[in-house]
T-cell receptor
Framework: AQKVTQAQTEISVVEKEDVTLDCVYETRDTTYYLFWYKQPPSGELVFLIRRNSFDEQNEISGRYSWNFQKSTSSFNFTITASQVVDSAVYFCALSGIQAGTALIFGKGTTLSVSS | NAGVTQTPKFQVLKTGQSMTLQCAQD?????MYWYRQDPGMGLRLIYY???????DKGEVPNGYNVSRLNKREFSLRLESAAPSQTSVYFC???????????????FGDGTRLSIL
């Protein structure tokens, strides 16, 4: 069965701190996709990144970076120099490779950044 | 470009009432999904439609039915609402978008449903 675990329920940091959100997944598939979504206090879900299991290169986008390690089944998300606007619930998700496959979400990590 | 539109945004029902949540996307996506979000539970898949004309159960389908009316529209029906169905419901759509494999899902703004 597929499963995504986000062990950190809530994290609180002060602005400008770096913070890492952990994501561990389970799947029997040899190929799959991993995703991160952001849900700000306004409630909408915003897509951040998609990573396929073939590509273990880390990715950086501005203050965001993602560390994918297939050997440990982890896909961790780091925010550098956090800002108050980063306060949100962050979800990690897993899916099969085929188009139209549904996502399996973790329970989310609530990040609070204070000034 | 509206993306994924859900109606209504808020609704209060009494136990036993029925209701249909509407979802429409204008991105020419093949696949559509319904999730529910409950505190501490993340998003759980209710039903999905990988392509027009097909629907499949997700993790929590009991008490719900769906209809893929056409490529744009995917509705979720509660036949006899129960307090346990109080939740925030999200509709999403995806792909193909010209890319390979499973494409990111685009979400609507959600429907907050309370059942008394």
């Amino acid at each position: 069965a597929q499963k995504v675990t986000q062990a950190q329920t809530e994290i609180s940091v002060v602005e400008k701190e770096d913070v890492t959100l952990d994501c561990v997944y389970e799947t029997r598939d040899t190929t799959y996709y991993l995703f991160w979504y952001k849900q700000p206090p306004s409630g909408e879900l915003v897509f951040l990144i998609r990573r396929n299991s073939f590509d273990e290169q880390n990715e950086i986008s501005g203050r965001y970076s993602w560390n994918f390690q297939k050997s440990t089944s982890s896909f961790n998300f780091t925010i550098t120099a956090s800002q108050v606007v980063d306060s949100a619930v962050y979800f990690c998700a897993l899916s099969g490779i085929q188009a139209g496959t549904a996502l399996i979400f973790g329970k989310g990590t609530t990040l609070s950044v204070s000034s | 470009n509206a993306g994924v539109t859900q109606t209504p945004k808020f609704q209060v029902l009494k136990t036993g009432q029925s209701m249909t949540l509407q979802c429409a996307q204008d991105m020419n996506h093949n696949s559509m999904y319904w999730y529910r979000q409950d505190p501490g539970m993340g998003l759980r898949l209710i039903y999905y439609s990988a392509s027009e004309g097909t629907t499949d159960k997700g993790e929590v389908p009991n008490g719900y039915n769906v209809s893929r009316l056409n490529k744009r529209e995917f509705s979720l029906r509660l036949e006899s609402a129960a307090p346990s169905q109080t939740s925030v419901y999200f509709c999403a759509s995806s792909g193909p978008g010209g890319g390979r494999g499973n494409q990111p899902q685009h979400f609507g703004d959600g429907t907050r449903l309370s059942i008394l």
